[in-house]
């Protein structure tokens, strides 16, 4: 149902106050996305399954079960965080964020650790 004229004129009157009293915000809402949401998500998934494989590897290591145990819940528990999310996403923005040079490929992020790598230090 689309808003009357009025309606609109107060809610363009309303943007304009909180674009005056609050530029911080109206920056930080303008540059989130839904897609920038669930990647940062996804991220996080990711740094729990690598935790969840550091416990598992203790059982190999110290015998641990239970720590073993945790460390797969843990594990299965962040791939269906991942998996939600991935799927949440669609194929489609994913394609996209890839195309705009986002962050997603491990060979992008291995030639960005290589650049870093690479690039002159400042006067030791």
């Not at 674009?19 to 915000?25: G, I, N, Q, S």
Request: charged content about 25%; proline content about 3%; glycine content about 8%.
């Amino acid at each position: 149902m689309p808003l009357s004229e009025h309606e609109q004129r107060i809610l363009e009157e309303i943007e304009r106050r909180l674009a005056e009293e609050d530029p911080r915000l109206v920056e930080s809402v303008t540059k989130a996305t839904v897609s920038a949401h669930a990647l940062r998500r996804i991220r996080w998934g990711l740094l729990a399954f690598l935790v969840g494989f550091v416990l598992l590897f203790f059982f190999v290591v110290k015998t641990l079960f239970w720590v073993a145990v945790l460390g797969f819940a843990v594990m299965l528990g962040s791939g269906l965080l991942i998996y939600t999310y991935l799927k949440r996403m669609g194929r489609d923005q994913l394609r996209a964020y890839g195309q705009r040079g986002g962050r997603l490929s491990i060979s992008a992020a291995l030639a960005r650790l290589a650049d870093r790598l690479r690039r002159p230090r400042g006067p030791a």
